[in-house]
Nanobody
């Protein structure tokens, strides 16, 4: 059974930084994608950034390019999201997700099969 446990969310002022972590267990992700998806109040879930576990190639939602960086630590089976220059519009619950389609990074939240419980991020202006 796949378990994804997020941590690192919190309250930060605009312009600040946070690093989210996701500890993954229960399977080997090899060529599968992992991603961060967020959901702001009253909005649908939105793809933020994704990475192929083995290849390391990544993909970002346009509004976070240059500010957010997705990374992984194979030895620790942990996924990260470094968020810099945070804006109030980044406020959301951030979910760690994993998919099963090898070799591609879906940009639709519905394409991911496994989900953590989420960690809230609040950016004050």
């Amino acid at each position: 059974q796949v378990q994804l446990v997020e941590s690192g969310g919190g309250l930060v002022q605009a312009g600040g930084s946070l690093r989210l972590s996701c500890a993954a267990s229960g399977r080997t992700f090899s060529s599968s994608p992992m991603a961060w998806v967020r959901q702001a109040p009253g909005k649908e879930r939105e793809f933020v950034a994704g990475i192929l576990w083995s290849a390391g190639s990544s993909s970002y939602e346009e509004s976070v390019k240059g500010r957010f960086t997705i990374a992984k630590d194979n030895a620790k089976n942990t996924l990260y999201l470094q968020m810099n220059a945070l804006k109030p519009e980044d406020t959301a619950v951030y979910y760690c997700t994993a998919g099963t389609r090898p070799g591609e990074i879906p940009r639709s939240a519905s394409a991911y099969n496994y989900w953590g419980r989420g960690t809230p991020v609040t950016v004050s202006s």
